[in-house]
Protein backbone atom coordinates (compact mmCIF):
# COMPACT_ATOMS: atom_id res chain seq x y z
CA UNK A 1 0.00 0.00 0.00
CA UNK A 2 2.59 2.43 0.73
CA UNK A 3 4.78 1.89 -2.75
CA UNK A 4 0.98 2.89 -4.39
CA UNK A 5 1.24 5.83 -2.49
CA UNK A 6 4.54 6.92 -3.13
CA UNK A 7 3.89 6.27 -6.40
CA UNK A 8 1.01 8.29 -6.88
CA UNK A 9 2.57 10.77 -5.07
CA UNK A 10 5.37 10.97 -7.41
CA UNK A 11 3.16 10.99 -10.55
CA UNK A 12 0.62 13.70 -8.50
CA UNK A 13 4.17 15.79 -8.15
CA UNK A 14 4.42 15.81 -12.30
CA UNK A 15 0.69 17.41 -12.20
CA UNK A 16 1.26 19.82 -9.82
CA UNK A 17 5.01 20.90 -10.78
CA UNK A 18 3.96 21.05 -14.98
CA UNK A 19 0.75 23.21 -13.81
CA UNK A 20 2.82 25.10 -11.81
CA UNK A 21 5.84 26.12 -13.82
CA UNK A 22 3.55 26.76 -16.45
CA UNK A 23 1.70 29.29 -14.97
CA UNK A 24 4.02 30.68 -13.12
CA UNK A 25 5.76 31.54 -16.84
CA UNK A 26 2.51 33.01 -18.07
CA UNK A 27 2.58 35.41 -15.28
CA UNK A 28 5.84 36.25 -15.66
CA UNK A 29 5.02 37.52 -19.03
CA UNK A 30 2.84 40.30 -17.82
CA UNK A 31 4.68 40.82 -14.60
CA UNK A 32 5.33 44.88 -13.99
CA UNK A 33 6.28 46.42 -11.15
CA UNK A 34 2.88 48.32 -10.25
CA UNK A 35 0.75 44.92 -10.89
CA UNK A 36 0.47 43.55 -7.85
CA UNK A 37 -1.90 40.83 -9.08
CA UNK A 38 0.26 39.46 -11.36
CA UNK A 39 3.20 39.50 -8.64
CA UNK A 40 0.32 37.45 -6.52
CA UNK A 41 -0.33 35.12 -9.49
CA UNK A 42 3.96 34.66 -9.99
CA UNK A 43 4.35 33.91 -6.31
CA UNK A 44 1.48 31.72 -5.85
CA UNK A 45 2.75 29.40 -8.83
CA UNK A 46 5.99 29.47 -6.90
CA UNK A 47 4.12 28.17 -4.05
CA UNK A 48 2.50 25.27 -5.93
CA UNK A 49 6.43 24.71 -7.58
CA UNK A 50 7.83 24.53 -4.47
CA UNK A 51 5.02 21.62 -2.77
CA UNK A 52 5.78 19.89 -6.46
CA UNK A 53 9.26 19.52 -5.49
CA UNK A 54 8.69 18.93 -2.48
CA UNK A 55 6.49 15.59 -3.44
CA UNK A 56 9.09 14.98 -6.37
CA UNK A 57 11.84 14.76 -3.53
CA UNK A 58 10.13 12.94 -1.11
CA UNK A 59 8.38 10.14 -2.93
CA UNK A 60 11.56 10.02 -4.79
CA UNK A 61 13.85 9.03 -2.27
CA UNK A 62 10.59 7.02 0.12
CA UNK A 63 10.77 4.97 -3.52
CA UNK A 64 14.39 4.74 -3.56
CA UNK A 65 15.76 4.38 -0.34
CA UNK A 66 12.49 2.35 0.79
CA UNK A 67 12.87 0.01 -2.22
CA UNK A 68 9.06 0.28 -2.21
CA UNK A 69 8.98 -0.82 -5.71
CA UNK A 70 12.34 -2.50 -6.86
CA UNK A 71 15.52 -2.94 -5.58
CA UNK A 72 17.84 -0.33 -5.09
CA UNK A 73 20.09 -1.78 -7.44
CA UNK A 74 17.36 -1.27 -10.17
CA UNK A 75 17.76 2.52 -10.07
CA UNK A 76 21.69 2.67 -9.44
CA UNK A 77 22.27 0.62 -12.73
CA UNK A 78 19.90 2.08 -14.88
CA UNK A 79 21.32 4.73 -16.83
CA UNK A 80 18.28 6.17 -17.56
CA UNK A 81 17.66 6.70 -14.05
CA UNK A 82 20.58 8.57 -14.00
CA UNK A 83 19.83 10.55 -17.03
CA UNK A 84 16.45 11.68 -15.07
CA UNK A 85 18.47 12.27 -12.13
CA UNK A 86 20.50 14.90 -14.43
CA UNK A 87 17.52 16.48 -15.93
CA UNK A 88 16.03 16.80 -12.49
CA UNK A 89 19.62 18.28 -11.29
CA UNK A 90 19.59 20.44 -14.16
CA UNK A 91 16.01 21.91 -12.88
CA UNK A 92 17.01 22.06 -9.15
CA UNK A 93 20.69 24.20 -10.43
CA UNK A 94 18.63 26.65 -12.84
CA UNK A 95 16.11 27.48 -10.04
CA UNK A 96 18.78 29.17 -7.69
CA UNK A 97 18.05 32.16 -9.77
CA UNK A 98 14.36 32.86 -9.72
CA UNK A 99 14.18 31.16 -6.18
CA UNK A 100 16.58 34.01 -5.10
CA UNK A 101 14.61 36.50 -6.95
CA UNK A 102 11.23 35.45 -5.55
CA UNK A 103 11.97 35.52 -1.94
CA UNK A 104 13.16 39.13 -3.00
CA UNK A 105 10.18 39.73 -4.13
CA UNK A 106 8.52 38.86 -1.58
CA UNK A 107 10.43 40.52 1.08
CA UNK A 108 9.91 44.03 -1.06
CA UNK A 109 6.00 43.47 -0.85
CA UNK A 110 6.02 42.42 2.78
CA UNK A 111 8.07 45.94 3.29
CA UNK A 112 5.35 47.69 0.58
CA UNK A 113 8.46 48.12 -1.91
CA UNK A 114 8.09 47.55 -5.64
CA UNK A 115 9.65 44.71 -6.79
CA UNK A 116 12.67 44.44 -9.14
CA UNK A 117 11.36 43.19 -12.69
CA UNK A 118 14.21 44.00 -14.06
CA UNK A 119 15.56 40.12 -14.18
CA UNK A 120 11.95 39.45 -16.04
CA UNK A 121 13.23 38.30 -19.04
CA UNK A 122 15.80 36.43 -17.41
CA UNK A 123 13.32 34.62 -15.10
CA UNK A 124 11.24 33.81 -18.72
CA UNK A 125 13.62 32.33 -19.74
CA UNK A 126 14.80 29.78 -17.11
CA UNK A 127 11.11 29.31 -16.45
CA UNK A 128 10.50 28.07 -20.15
CA UNK A 129 14.04 26.02 -19.69
CA UNK A 130 12.63 24.67 -16.85
CA UNK A 131 9.05 23.66 -18.09
CA UNK A 132 11.02 21.83 -21.46
CA UNK A 133 12.98 19.55 -19.09
CA UNK A 134 9.85 19.21 -16.67
CA UNK A 135 8.10 17.64 -19.88
CA UNK A 136 11.09 15.39 -20.85
CA UNK A 137 11.05 13.49 -17.24
CA UNK A 138 8.27 10.99 -17.65
CA UNK A 139 9.53 10.09 -20.85
CA UNK A 140 12.85 9.19 -19.13
CA UNK A 141 10.88 7.82 -16.41
CA UNK A 142 9.06 5.30 -18.58
CA UNK A 143 11.77 4.37 -20.16
CA UNK A 144 13.77 3.85 -16.74
CA UNK A 145 10.74 1.69 -15.29
CA UNK A 146 10.53 -0.32 -18.05
CA UNK A 147 14.06 -1.23 -17.36
CA UNK A 148 15.43 -0.41 -20.82
CA UNK A 149 19.20 0.51 -21.15
CA UNK A 150 20.42 -1.00 -18.44
CA UNK A 151 24.50 -1.35 -17.74
CA UNK A 152 26.06 -4.59 -17.81
Given at each position: MLAALMSGLHVLALGVGLGAVFVRGRALRVVSPSDARAIRAV??????????????V?????RLLGQLDKGIDFYLYNR????????FA?????EITPMAAFIRWRVALKQGRPIDARRVPLLIRINDAETVLVLLIPFVAAAMARGLWLTA
Open positions: LLADNFWGVAAFLWGSGLAFFWVKMGLLVLVL
